[in-house]
Nanobody, 126 residues
Framework: QVQFVESGGGLVQPGGSLRLSCVASGFSLSSYAMSWYRQAPGKERELVAGISGAGSNTRYADSVKGRFTISRDNAKNTVYLQMSSPKPEDTAVYYC???????????????????WGQGTLVIVSS
């Protein structure tokens, strides 16, 4: 059974930092590109960042480029999202999932697995 467990969210001040984690199970993480998504209240889900299976390639939404860093530790079945200098508009529930690299590069939202974790809530506020 495929599962994603996101954690690390919370209240962070603008300009601070936060690291999100996603522990995946039920499949071989190293075989899949992975992505972080977010959904803010009243808005559609969007692709934030993606990373290839071996971690050698990454892709970021323009809104977070230069501020967020996606990484992975396949030995720990974990994908990370380091949030630096967050802004109030980064406030959202953050999720992870697997996706084909071509989909990630196209900025599209289709995922390989239909199941989602509970997400982790990030609130950026002073």
């Amino acid at each position: 059974q495929v599962q994603f467990v996101e954690s690390g969210g919370g209240l962070v001040q603008p300009g601070g930092s936060l690291r999100l984690s996603c522990v995946a199970s039920g499949f071989s993480l190293s075989s899949y590109a992975m992505s972080w998504y977010r959904q803010a209240p009243g808005k559609e889900r969007e692709l934030v960042a993606g990373i290839s299976g071996a971690g050698s390639n990454t892709r970021y939404a323009d809104s977070v480029k230069g501020r967020f860093t996606i990484s992975r530790d396949n030995a720990k079945n974990t994908v990370y999202l380091q949030m630096s200098s967050p802004k109030p508009e980064d406030t959202a529930v953050y999720y992870c999932n697997a996706a084909y690299w071509k989909i990630i590069m196209g900025g599209r939202l289709e995922t390989i697995f239909g199941s989602w974790g509970q997400g982790t809530l990030v609130i950026v506020s002073s």
